[in-house]
């Protein structure tokens, strides 16, 4: 058997690398699109403020068989904590601004896409036979983060049904804290068409929303080249964010331009008032899925909850005719979402830091800024949709966990 030399090479750009799309897209087995060559070099093409994106390349034998996307931001530590939290926080930062915010180095992406970053090949059996390299690879992550004078090594997001696996390659020499998780709703034809998967109480609030916007004037658009509206659409998109209580990235108006360049796999979901654009959600598709990413809204005309339930509504009715199979609505708004028919998986944030002041906030602080997600107390799909036999196939083969079945 050959002998496996590993070797560890940083890169500021994913062209300096030397791999084509293809070759890239099968180190990560093809899977979810925000994985994906053209989607990962978009983001590097943002421009994201106060962003420093690297890659972290494994090779063996001189053969790459692992990526780790990498980056640099400052974090405010109580992004996720509850409204006490975020509210003393606030307060105090009126006299010390920097209060819990950290400079950070991440493995992951600097945009929410709710997926594990980590790659590598998938004939390449290191977790079974080789614990060496896990090491090797923490050890050069520690060394690049006191590079970059950060307080914090970060990996972001991790699913709950990958976290064993990532432990078991790190030998739990992170702390492990939850995010806010990601929420599906399952998409089928034929007889469980939406909203009939619903029991009749949000079955019925779905009908209602619809009915009330259907009679205002407004004109529904689904729009497939977005050049021109970037500029309208980031303002929408500022007033979501700026509404927002829980605040991760900050995008740029070139992170909407790269998305729009890649072709059918991204459009917009919009709604005018007359010629007045006044919300925009931005959609991107997948093979299976359709994931809506962001939304901008006028908030002079979507005050009211009926905007919102209808572009779920819609966003589920354009997942029908392209027969995919599920809705990912992503984090926040989770309320809105149960009622709707969402499934929720967790996620997780690791960290690692050699501060000893940051390591006794990691022992004795973050378990109150991190903590466990309280889901919604709503059960809106029907029970004999939940249990049929389509929907368990679907399951396995996915292999997420959901927490609300």
Not at 9 to 21: R, V
Not at 231 to 252: A, G, H, I, Q, R
Not at 268 to 289: F, M
Not at 369 to 393: A, C, G, R, T, Y
């Amino acid at each position: 058997m050959e002998e496996r030399i590993y070797s560890l090479k940083w890169y500021n750009s994913i062209l300096d690398i030397g791999l084509n799309k293809e070759e890239w897209n099968n180190i990560y087995c093809n899977e979810s699109i925000f994985k994906q060559y053209d989607f990962m070099f978009g983001i590097e093409n943002s421009i994201l403020k106060d962003v420093t994106i690297k890659y972290l390349v494994i090779l063996s034998n001189n053969r790459i068989i692992g990526i780790l996307p990498c980056f640099n931001y400052k974090l405010e530590l109580d992004v996720v904590a509850n409204k006490f939290v975020k509210k003393s926080s606030s307060f105090i930062r009126k006299f010390f601004p920097n209060f819990f915010k950290l400079n950070i180095f991440c493995i992951g992406s600097p945009v929410a896409t709710c997926v594990n970053h980590i790659a590598f090949i998938k004939d390449f059996e290191l977790l079974k036979d080789d614990k060496s390299l896990g090491n090797l690879v923490f050890d050069e992550l520690k060394v690049k983060y006191q590079e970059t004078k950060s307080s914090l090594l970060m990996v972001k997001e991790i699913p709950l049904n990958e976290l064993q696996v990532f432990k078991d390659f790190f030998k739990d020499t992170f702390h492990i804290f939850e995010s806010l998780p990601n929420s599906f709703i399952p998409i089928f034809n034929k007889d469980l068409l939406y909203p009939n998967i619903l029991v009749k109480k949000y079955r019925n609030r779905i009908k209602r929303s619809y009915n009330i916007v259907e009679k205002l004037p407004y004109k529904w658009k689904i729009i497939t080249d977005f050049s021109t509206l970037v500029d309208e659409v980031y303002v929408l998109y500022l007033n979501v964010y700026n509404n927002s209580s829980t605040k991760f990235e900050k995008l740029t108006k070139d992170f909407f331009k790269q998305m729009n360049l890649l072709g059918d796999k991204s459009y917009l979901l919009t709604c005018y008032d007359d010629n007045k654009l006044i919300c925009a959600e931005l959609i991107i598709e997948d093979d299976d899925a359709i994931i809506p990413m962001y939304l901008g809204l006028d908030y002079t005309f979507t005050r009211n909850k009926e905007i919102y339930n209808n572009v779920i509504f819609r966003t589920i009715k354009i997942a029908e005719q392209k027969n995919k199979k599920w809705i990912i609505f992503g984090q926040t708004s989770y309320l809105a979402k149960a009622y709707s028919g969402a499934l929720f998986e967790k996620l997780y944030f690791a960290f690692y830091s050699n501060n000893l002041f940051v390591n006794f906030l990691l022992k004795y602080i973050f378990k109150y800024l991190f903590p466990s997600f309280n889901k919604p107390d709503v059960s809106s799909i029907q029970s004999n949709v939940v249990n049929s036999d389509i929907f368990k196939e679907r399951l396995e083969k996915s292999g997420i966990t959901f927490e609300n079945l």
